[in-house]
């Protein structure tokens, strides 16, 4: 089976980045780490030893990676290539100015979840020459790349397959002689769905809410 080589595209050029061009050559990472979080914020329950935590958002993805550079066969100067990847930090011109949108490919497709394609922004690249000819010409180095996921929103929407609702959720900070029907008068303009705010929160007496208490207000269609 023939060597799949790792490719560093630049999504708004269209420059691909591979092995073999200007007399140089990347060897494929012997591993690449991929991190994902997820934001909660606790929520306001007064007299509980534990705050139940509230969704927030999704953080970006990272992938971070390790490329070798050798260009010592060639004699060449291993910064023709390593400096392409250097410049994907680099302000471009247009409506937004910003550094380039990069792809990298590397073996088959699998969702953006799992692994490789990934889509981002360059964050850092760290180089380092660890040979050099007499004349002091690098050829060999090692670029340490770190980048951050982008992906357009209505690309996101459609995955998750959401409809968008008139009422999206939200919170609600509960004041003295709040009631959940007052609250879903307000929130839905329906007093009659407060049970949604109860099931929701756990609510077991309607009549008893302690102020200060931040409620989640569902998203109802």
Do not use: C
Request: aromatic content about 10%; charged content about 25%.
């Amino acid at each position: 089976m023939a060597l799949t080589r790792v490719r560093i595209e630049n999504v708004d050029s269209n420059e691909v980045i591979e092995s073999g061009k200007d007399g140089a050559v990347f060897f494929n990472p012997n591993q690449y780490t991929l991190t994902k979080k997820v934001s909660w914020k606790p929520d306001k329950m007064p007299g509980f030893n534990v705050s139940r935590p509230q969704f927030d958002k999704g953080e970006p993805a990272q992938l971070a990676f390790s490329l070798l550079f050798d260009s010592y066969e060639a004699r060449k100067d291993v910064r023709a290539l390593t400096e392409k990847v250097a410049k994907l930090t680099q302000v471009v011109g247009g409506k937004t100015p910003r550094p380039p949108i990069v792809k990298i490919i590397w073996g088959e497709d699998k969702p953006y979840f799992a692994g490789l394609p990934f889509t981002g922004v360059v964050e850092s690249v760290t180089q380092k020459f660890t040979l050099f000819l007499d004349n002091g010409t690098p050829v060999r180095a090692t670029i340490d790349l770190s980048l951050h996921e982008t992906r357009a929103p209505e690309k996101q929407s459609k995955e998750m397959n959401t409809k968008k609702s008139p009422f999206p959720a939200r919170s609600w900070t509960v004041k003295q002689g709040d009631t959940l029907w007052a609250i879903a008068a307000s929130e839905y303009l329906n007093a009659a769905r407060w049970r949604e705010i109860a099931r929701a929160n756990r609510v077991l007496n309607p009549q008893d809410l302690v102020p200060g208490t931040v409620l989640i207000i569902p998203s109802v269609e």
